[in-house]
């Protein structure tokens, strides 16, 4: 704005000029008379320069109160867009501030890029980490000697541990009654193979043995063939024609008995053909068995039973 002049020697004309270039300078009174905020009440110029005037030392000692809670910048280009800063209504003093460094602000409804910055006791959900991850909370330790609860271990020592337990830890040992095996989790297979009269057979997570029909078991009913039991235990047992014990024969002839001597000569108990059902009782006592044989008559016989009692 020009400084302006009427001279004692202008003309009405040159006054009129610098009257007209005046207004131009201030401008229209009516926006004067329309502003609000701090020059709301002016009425002139000069007023309004007054009221502004009072605030400017507030501004300069930084201890200007912007109204409202807005602040509001039209950016390189004077048009229609500004980008307005707004405050929550305070419930106390708060203090907002900007460091010393040239940056952009984060939002946090975008999808910004924050470059070597600590965060210190976040909670991050979904977090997705394209490059790595590195810190004091990262550690590689191939045998987890840590044995931390709050870090997390690299992909490498976790492999380097895995594998190193499979092959001291999870080795497999196994013992028979002719020898021993060892199985390396990581690299052999246990095999486990029939004999004779057993076969195997797997299905999904299950191994089953089966004995083949020639393999007695305790609850089968089975026959057997020349087979010698010692000291057995026998409960209830039907003796068949032909059977045989130690010393002892049981035939169609009877029941035949070896003696102590393994010789041509056998005692053979038979029993006639019954026509009726009959008990004989051995008592419970030691005796010797009398027999036509040892006595010359049956009358002696009889006597000497009686002699007996």
Do not use: W
């Not at 976790?158 to 040992?173: F, G, L, R």
């Amino acid at each position: 704005m020009a400084d302006r002049s009427v001279l004692t020697t202008s003309t009405f004309n040159d006054f009129r000029r610098e009257v007209n270039g005046t207004a131009r300078d201030i401008g229209d009174i009516s926006d004067l008379l329309g502003a609000s905020s701090y020059i709301a009440s002016a009425t002139d110029v000069v007023e309004a320069i007054v009221l502004l005037n009072a605030e400017l030392p507030e501004i300069k000692t930084d201890a200007f109160i912007f109204p409202g809670r807005v602040m509001s910048f039209e950016g390189a280009t004077d048009d229609a867009f500004e980008t307005t800063l707004t405050f929550a209504e305070p419930t106390a003093d708060r203090t907002h501030t900007l460091p010393d460094a040239d940056g952009s602000i984060l939002l946090t409804d975008n999808a910004d890029t924050s470059t070597n910055k600590t965060i210190t006791t976040p909670t991050i959900t979904s977090a997705v980490l394209n490059t790595g991850a590195s810190g004091s909370a990262v550690l590689d330790e191939d045998d987890m000697s840590s044995d931390s609860a709050t870090k997390v271990a690299t992909q490498q020592s976790i492999k380097a541990y895995v594998d190193n337990s499979i092959d001291t830890e999870m080795d497999v040992n196994i013992t028979s009654d002719s020898g021993s095996v060892a199985i390396i989790m990581d690299s052999e297979t246990l095999t486990i193979a029939g004999g004779t009269n057993v076969t195997t057979a797997a299905s999904g997570n299950t191994v089953t043995i089966n004995l083949s029909a020639n393999v007695v078991t305790t609850t089968g009913t089975q026959t057997l063939t020349n087979k010698t039991f010692t000291s057995p235990t026998i409960s209830a047992h039907t003796f068949s024609s032909g059977t045989t014990t130690a010393g002892m024969s049981i035939g169609a002839s009877g029941i035949v008995f070896e003696g102590a001597t393994a010789d041509a000569h056998e005692t053979t108990l038979t029993a006639e053909d019954p026509t009726q059902d009959n008990t004989i009782t051995i008592p419970d006592s030691t005796m010797t068995a009398i027999t036509t044989a040892t006595h010359a008559s049956q009358a002696s016989h009889i006597v000497r039973c009686i002699a007996l009692g």
